[in-house]
């Protein structure tokens, strides 16, 4: 996030977004009388090479975390028939944690044309993200 949020689509509502780029981070909050809040980071079109091993990682920290699914990565095949998601993470995760590594690893499905990588946000509370890279092999 060091150029801040111009490379990322933003889908939140209630949200408090913002991106920290003197440290890279990027901080979703959602405020604890608020309803829970889905909300989500992504960049669509992709272009992965069906059969290639992938790997999607990032680093999230949580505070005061409640309700939901937590913070998670997702990413989202797209090609002939229905999306593919694959999702991974500290889903369900409440509370205050450090720093912790999450990460999706596998094939891209036979017939995928483009791709879309997902910092999903589901809850009440603060996610800190970080360090968000897509390797392939």
Known sequence: FSD??????VYA????????PENGTCRLSV???????FCRLQQKG??????TTFELTA??????????????????FFGEGKPKYQNSGVQ?????????????????PAGTKSATVM???????TAW??????SVE
Not at 46 to 51: A, D, M, Q, S, V
């Open 46 to 51: 992709i272009k992965l090479k069906p059969g």
């Open 31 to 37: 405020p604890k009388d608020s309803p829970v809040e």
């Open 13 to 20: 509502q209630k949200a408090q977004l913002d991106a920290q």
């Open 119 to 125: 910092l999903m946000f589901n809850g009440t509370g």
């Open 92 to 108: 369900n995760a409440a509370g205050t944690f450090a720093w912790k590594n999450v990460r999706i690893r596998g094939k891209v």
């Open 4 to 9: 801040g949020l111009k490379s990322w689509n």
């Open 59 to 76: 680093r999230v920290k949580g505070e005061k975390i409640a309700g939901g699914k937590g913070a998670y990565l997702s990413i989202v």
């Open 129 to 134: 993200l970080d360090d968000v890279r897509l």
